[in-house]
């Protein structure tokens, strides 16, 4: 079945930098686009970013851009967020899915999730 398996969170101060990974098995990772979404305490679920399945195109929310980087090595099955110049307001669970969209009724397969915490 398909599994979704994040990894890298943790503590981080304001201005800093994390990297998440998320490494897709059971299914062709190689043929689907990859996205992550995030979870703040006491709201909803909102899209982070995606990437197509060749890399070939990206799209972000404007509340990272510029600040974070999705890419995405095939080989290893292996999709990765780069956040640099970190917020306290980016404080949330991350959540990698399998898809292409904005709109998270469109996912079906989601990790577990991985705390960020980014302290001021």
């Given at each position: 079945q398909v599994q979704l398996?994040?990894?890298?969170?943790g503590l981080a101060q304001a201005g800093g930098s994390l990297r998440l990974s998320c490494v897709g098995s059971g299914y062709t990772f190689s043929i689907y686009a990859m996205a992550w979404f995030r979870q703040a305490?006491?709201?909803e679920r909102e899209f982070v970013a995606a990437i197509t399945?060749?890399?070939?195109?990206t799209d972000y929310a404007a509340s990272v851009k510029g600040r974070f980087t999705i890419s995405r090595d095939n080989a290893k099955r292996t999709v990765y967020l780069q956040m640099n110049s970190l917020k306290p307001?980016?404080?949330a669970v991350y959540y990698?899915?399998?898809g292409y969209s904005r709109i998270e009724s469109s996912y079906k397969h989601w990790g577990q999730g991985s705390q960020v915490?980014?302290?001021s």
């Open positions: 398996v994040e990894s890298g969170g305490p006491g709201k399945s060749n890399s070939g195109s307001e980016d404080t990698c899915a399998r915490t980014v302290t």
